[in-house]
């Protein structure tokens, strides 16, 4: 195991191109660190330049308090999981296990027991002589996982891993990574756009978006607390509701209503721009409240999920259990102020 860190790393492509713009921050030994973000914030390249796939243009990577910059791929004592698997069709899941063992050129007794040994964990025993043809997407992902797993890395860099998988599986791989961190404790870096997954699996997440780090914390922080405006409608399916207001006499004016000011730790003045934000969670249907008007109802089952219209603006609510309410009925809403929150309308970042 080890520590991995960055320090002002950037990458730029030509002259000009700037796609990581000097981000710093730590992952301890074991830990399971996250990078989330949307599509072309950088989160992936900045996990290649980890692997040594990529060229870091400014900055340093270190790994085990050793800077790795100019270390080639091999050399770097990590292992890799891809988004494709990455295969050999030609091989059997036993023989695509031991491929890099054998390149190591490692004893045969050592590369059978570290394939055994990680195919007993991934629940591979009875595959082993299979081709990956004949799997399923999950048994080759397992196996590419197991691939990473017998060269007993001080990293493990998982690159989106489950994108190409159906949802039903999706969840169930979620939990196998993850129980697979608790039993090896190995650090691991994983990338994805899911702010689920990220939830479900991080330690911590490191929140990514334009080549720069937003807010990094644990997924409670993150979501209890987030920093600044990005943060709070990216962490949180579905996204938090945010409305445009102004402070005004203790409150927040705003789609023709006054709102509750939220706890703050920052000092507003009368009339200053701000983003008002609700979790659609926070929300419940009350007999008397902000009224807003039934545009769709989603039933799922245990939960509600509502779209409502308050003013010239629409926002999601979710109930435990199932209503009565119909589309164009007119209901009244209200909330815990207590879960609120307030960004600053020009920053955006949390007041």
């Known amino acids: 195991m080890a520590s991995v860190a960055f320090h002002n790393v950037q990458k730029t492509y030509g002259e000009k191109v700037k796609v990581i713009h000097g981000i710093t921050f730590d992952i301890q030994d074991g830990e399971f660190v996250v990078l989330v973000g949307p599509s072309g914030c950088g989160k992936s390249t900045l996990l290649r330049m980890l692997a040594g796939l990529e060229e870091i243009s400014g900055g340093e990577i270190l790994i085990d308090n050793k800077v790795i910059n100019d270390l080639e791929s091999k050399d770097r004592d990590i292992a890799m999981v891809f988004q494709s698997y990455a295969l050999y069709p030609h091989m059997t899941v036993g023989e695509n296990m031991a491929f890099s063992l054998r390149l190591r050129k490692a004893d045969a007794k050592t590369t059978e027991e570290r394939v055994a040994h990680a195919a007993r964990i991934l629940n ?164 008397s409240g902000v009224a807003a008007k039934v545009i769709v109802i989603e039933p799922t089952g245990a939960e509600t999920e509502l779209l409502l219209q308050i003013g010239d603006q629409r926002f999601t609510l979710v109930m435990h259990g199932r209503t009565q309410v119909q589309p164009n009925d007119t209901v009244h809403v209200q909330f815990d102020v207590a879960k609120a929150h307030l960004f600053d309308g020009q920053s955006e970042q949390r007041l």
């Not at 080759?140 to 159906?166: H, T, Y």
């Not at 983003?275 to 926070?282: F, K, L, V």
């Open 124 to 287: 591979l025993d009875k595959l082993l002589d299979r081709y990956p043809r004949e799997l399923s997407g999950g048994q080759r992902q397992r196996v590419a996982m197991g691939r990473a797993i017998v060269r007993d890395p001080k990293v493990f860099l998982f690159d989106e891993p489950l994108s190409n998988l159906d949802a039903k599986l999706r969840v169930a791989m979620r939990a196998e990574i993850k129980a697979l961190h608790q039993r090896l404790k190995t650090t691991t870096v994983y990338v994805t756009h899911d702010q689920i997954e990220a939830m479900t699996m991080a330690d911590r997440i490191v929140v990514m978006h334009d080549g720069i780090v937003e807010q990094i914390g644990t997924p409670l922080e993150l979501f209890d607390r987030p920093g600044n405006l990005f943060v709070a409608q990216f962490i949180g399916s579905p996204a938090m509701n945010v409305f445009k207001g102004h402070v005004h006499n203790g409150g927040v004016e705003g789609l023709g209503a006054h709102w509750p000011m939220p706890a703050i730790t920052h000092s507003v003045s009368e009339g200053q721009a701000v983003h008002y934000g609700i979790r659609p969670t926070d929300w419940h249907l009350a007999d």
